[in-house]
Each structure stands twice: as structure tokens, then as C-alpha cells.
């Protein structure tokens, strides 16, 4: 089962992850959430968890004693512990790293805030051999924090496990779309349901015909047609 730790000096930020769809996966028992406050995680008398910057500068950093005592206190004894750190500078989170985090055993997130994280807890983690350190962006705009970004990434990981999804057919497709094309995919093609006819607006011809061939064909030109649009702006 899939384990995924999130610490944070914001727990509370995170309760989105107790809702319906992961919720129900966590009562089902597919995988596991739990939610840390870094402050209770310090050993050190005071709590603190940030401090100023060595070199100066604007703002606050955030302690690697606080990060360090909290991921340890955290770990399990698995042999590959996946250690994510959020931050703007990382690498773009995408499906393909969805993929890859759905086949760990546990997954801590370091939400940190401030200006971020001491460099040197992704270094320290980095040299221990039960952990693989990921630094990670989900796209390029500025957050006040990780913990909106860790509640992305686990919802992409989430759907991605069995029994979590309503409909394993629709993954089917994507694992398919993803494989053929090393994540250098198409958009998708435009949805339709019922009425065929709304506020003037018809559903296309074509998907009425019940030629499957030719709906596979136009959708695939759309799914093209839309690609080239993104990319044109
Ligand atoms: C983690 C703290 C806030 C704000 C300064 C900004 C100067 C950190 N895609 C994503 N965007 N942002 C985050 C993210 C933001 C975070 C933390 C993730 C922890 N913050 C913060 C400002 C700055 N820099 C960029 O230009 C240089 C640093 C994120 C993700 N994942």
C-alpha cells in the first residue's frame, strides 16, 4: 500500500486530502495519508523552524534541524523511501513522475514555506542510500508554499492506483496515450452528452453516425487541430 507523509507548519491547509475520493480510497484501504505539523515533529527546545538568511537577503528560510528531526521521525523502513521537496525551483512535475511516484512505498512531502528550505536537507537525504530525493515545480508561477503543490501531485498519483479510479477504462486510454508517446501527447478531443441539440449549439454529425472508425479518425484531427492551437499561442 501507498504511503504518503506530508509535513507542514500548515496542517491544516492539507485537510482537503480527508475528502470524498481519497477519503474513501483511505477507508477502502488503497493507500494511506498523514498529515504532519513540522513544529511537533522538532526536538529541540524551542520548535523553531525558520531563521535568517546566511548571505542576507529578503525573508525567512526554514531550519534543516526542524526538517531533518521531522523526516526521520517519519520514515519507515522501507528500502526506497521517496523524499519530495517542493519547491519553484524544481523539476516540473508531470504524468510520466505521476507514474513513477504510483509504484513507491512511501512518499514524504516537505511543504515548506517562507523562502523555502535549507539546500542542504535535499543534499543530506540525497546521500542516504533508503532515500531518493526529488525536487519538484508544478509549473512556473510563485506559490506562498508546497502545500497546494503536494495535494496536486497526490491527486495525479491517487487516480493512478488500482481501485482508486470510478472508471479503469479511462486509464486505460491515458497509460496507452502516455507509452506510445513519452508524455508528449495530444490534448484531448472535445466531449459531447446529451442533448444533441442546446441553446442552439448541435453536437457534431459525425458522432451521432455510430461509425466508430470515423469517430476515431475526427476526434484523433481534433485532439491534432487543438494541439496545434496550444502550441501556435
Ligand atoms: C514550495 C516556499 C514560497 C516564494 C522566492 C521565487 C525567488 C519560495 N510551482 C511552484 N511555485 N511555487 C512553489 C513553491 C513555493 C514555495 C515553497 C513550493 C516553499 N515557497 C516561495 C518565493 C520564493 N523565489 C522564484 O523566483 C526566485 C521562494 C511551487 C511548487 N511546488
Request: with cysteine.
Amino acid at each position: 500500500m501507498l504511503r504518503f507523509d506530508l509535513i507542514s507548519i500548515f496542517p491544516e491547509y492539507l485537510s482537503p486530502l480527508k475528502l470524498s475520493l481519497l477519503g474513501k480510497a483511505q477507508d477502502k484501504g488503497l493507500l494511506a495519508i498523514n498529515i504532519h505539523d513540522l513544529r511537533d515533529q522538532t526536538t529541540d527546545v524551542h520548535h523553531s523552524v525558520d531563521d535568517t538568511p546566511y548571505g542576507g537577503g529578503a525573508g525567512m528560510v526554514m531550519s534543516p534541524v526542524a526538517w531533518g528531526d521531522a523526516i526521520d521521525q517519519i520514515s519507515s523502513d522501507a528500502d526506497q523511501i521517496d523524499l519530495v521537496i517542493l519547491t519553484p525551483a524544481g523539476k516540473k512535475f508531470n504524468q510520466k513522475m505521476a507514474y513513477e511516484f504510483s509504484k513507491s512505498k512511501q512518499i514524504i512531502f516537505a511543504c515548506g514555506r517562507y523562502e523555502g528550505i535549507d539546500a542542504r536537507v535535499g543534499k543530506y537525504y540525497m546521500q542516504q542510500k533508503n532515500y531518493k530525493v526529488h525536487e519538484v515545480s508544478i509549473g512556473d508561477y510563485v506559490l506562498g508554499g508546497g502545500e497546494v503543490a503536494a495535494m496536486v501531485i497526490i491527486e495525479a498519483v491517487a487516480r493512478l492506483l488500482p481501485g482508486v479510479l470510478g472508471n479503469p477504462d479511462s486509464l486505460k486510454e491515458e497509460s496507452h496515450s502516455i507509452a506510445g508517446n513519452k508524455d508528449e501527447s495530444l490534448v484531448e478531443y472535445p466531449n459531447y452528452t446529451k442533448p444533441a441539440s442546446w441553446r442552439g449549439l448541435d453536437v457534431p454529425e459525425i458522432l451521432l453516425s455510430g461509425n466508430h472508425g470515423e469517430i476515431a479518425k475526427w476526434r484523433r484531427s481534433e485532439a491534432e487541430r487543438r494541439t496545434r492551437e496550444l502550441e501556435a499561442e
